[in-house]
């Protein structure tokens, strides 16, 4: 049986600091301590191994978790964006009929002036 040889360093998700993986020269050190070492050690390497693992899983789920969000929080400012937008072309629409209103208003206003005006002659 041939032992297995662990990748080197795989970024899955970003780190949680300088020191959230060991170093090149630190992981072929326990490989190689793995590899040739006892039983102990291959343990100790395990454990190791076991506890990155945990922790860029961890690290990649809190991302997953954030990227979520932020991609919600874009399509829900979208619809608000989008709603806005429709608002304010039914408030245009209704401030133009308001307006057309008014205008038509101030001719039959003008018409009675002119109505009276001519009533009072007579």
Request: charged letters at 20%.
């Amino acid at each position: 049986m041939r032992p297995l040889n662990p990748p080197l360093f795989l970024p899955l998700c970003r780190s949680s600091g300088p020191d959230a993986s060991p170093s090149p020269v630190r992981r072929r050190s326990l490989a190689e301590g793995m590899a040739t070492g006892t039983p102990d050690s291959q343990a100790r390497f395990g454990q190791s191994v076991k506890g990155l693992l945990t922790e860029k899983v961890n690290t990649c789920g809190t991302d997953v978790i954030a990227l979520t969000k932020q991609v919600l929080k874009g399509s829900r400012s979208s619809e608000l964006l989008g709603q806005a937008a429709r608002n304010m072309v039914l408030q245009e629409d209704a401030i133009l009929h308001s307006e057309d209103s008014l205008r038509k208003m101030a001719i039959i206003t003008t018409h009675l002036q002119y109505q009276q005006e001519a009533i009072q002659k007579k």
